[in-house]
């Protein structure tokens, strides 16, 4: 049953579907000044990846803060700079930095 293959499963699509909207959502949250609800939707689709197994696009993943759970928005409550090749994404409500090395791939 769980071979890699090319096409993936049709649950892997609806469920990362879902993942992005709960982001989206909790995005929104964060703009209107909902910490909370934002924080509840991040929960929300990180328990619903662990379940399912599907993990969050790359991109997705970076603009998450590991320690207090809020959707980063550049902006917002986050600062995003360049230093060379990496990308530095500061949460501004508890401080906690993310770095993303990034390859020639990614502009
Ligand atoms: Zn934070």
Redesign the pocket.
């Known amino acids: 049953m769980r071979r890699r293959g090319i096409r993936k499963p049709i649950w892997v699509v609806i469920t990362r579907r879902r993942m992005s909207y709960l982001l989206k959502e909790a995005r929104e949250a964060v703009r209107e000044g909902r910490e909370d609800l934002a924080r509840s939707y991040v929960k929300k689709a990180i328990r619903l990846g662990e379940k399912m197994n599907v993990r969050f696009r790359r991109g997705e993943k970076w603009y998450l ?6 959707p ?1 928005v550049p902006g917002v409550n986050a600062r995003v700079r360049f230093y060379g090749n990496t990308l530095h994404i500061t ?1 501004l ?4 930095t993310r770095r993303v090395p990034l390859g020639r791939r990614v502009a």
């Open positions: 803060c590991k320690k207090c759970l809020l980063l949460c409500t508890c401080g906690s």
